[in-house]
């Protein structure tokens, strides 16, 4: 079929599998997203820089609102700042936990994850990687672009890079220390950019201890 188009477009054509395969595929690749796990307790094990550039690559095949790609992330990897986000990061902390930021509600929902104002873990892996959502774009004239879906496009492609960690055998939490403007501070980055998520990147400690929790049923998430 030969459609008319004003800008430039090429064939796609997806792999296709026999039925069966597909869910096998389907099957494989759920289980091992199930077996990821959001961890608190790391390896101070280093990590080649490769692999979590490979995370961000494949956090940037996301799909994006107008395709714009409206992420950053920043690779820390030297201890001095490591050192400086964990220091900001438990100032904050210390005042949801023993400063009474937190509603009693929210404390009592997260009460079976056991946190605690101690962020040490933030010191202990090799990196962090800390995703920015850029709220405009800014043209080299100083002038902004509007960028559409920005929540959503960042979301999808953090999801892309926790799973791509996971592939590698690498383990992240999605960190989001509140408020999180040091980190913004801290790295240096431009006023378009909003802190989104601090991932701790490294090898989970080799007695690291998650909560015992259950996801929902399918029947649950199906509407
Ligand atoms: N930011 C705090 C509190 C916290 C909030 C949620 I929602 C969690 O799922 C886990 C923790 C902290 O990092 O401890």
């Not at 959502?133 to 890079?161: L, M, Q, T, W």
Request: glycine share 6%; proline share 9%; aromatic share 10%.
């Amino acid at each position: 079929m030969a459609r008319e188009h004003s800008h430039p477009f090429i064939p796609y054509r997806p792999t296709r599998y026999p039925e069966a395969e597909m869910a096998e595929r389907g099957r494989r690749f759920y289980e091992h997203l199930d077996r990821r796990r959001s961890v608190r307790f790391f390896s101070d094990e280093p990590v080649p820089r490769e692999c979590v550039d490979l995370a961000v690559m494949a956090a940037n095949t996301a799909p994006s609102g107008a395709h714009q790609q409206p992420w950053k992330f920043i690779v820390v990897g030297d201890p001095e700042t490591r050192k400086r986000i964990r220091e900001a990061a438990e100032i904050e902390e210390r005042q949801n936990y023993e400063g009474g930021r937190l509603t009693p509600e929210w404390r009592e929902a997260l009460a079976h994850l056991e946190t605690t104002s101690d962020k040490s873990y933030l010191e202990t892996v090799p990196w962090l990687v800390v995703c920015f959502a850029e709220k405009y774009g800014v043209r080299p004239d100083g002038s902004r672009v509007k960028h559409y879906y920005v929540n959503e496009s960042v979301g999808i492609a953090c999801g892309f890079f926790i799973a791509a960690l996971h592939e590698m055998g690498l383990s992240t939490l999605t960190h989001t220390p509140n408020p999180m403007a040091f980190l913004a501070e801290i790295c240096g980055r431009p006023a378009n950019e909003r802190p989104y998520i601090l991932f701790p990147v490294g090898y989970a400690a080799p007695d690291a201890e998650v909560p015992d929790l259950v996801r929902k049923p399918l029947s649950e998430v199906l509407g």
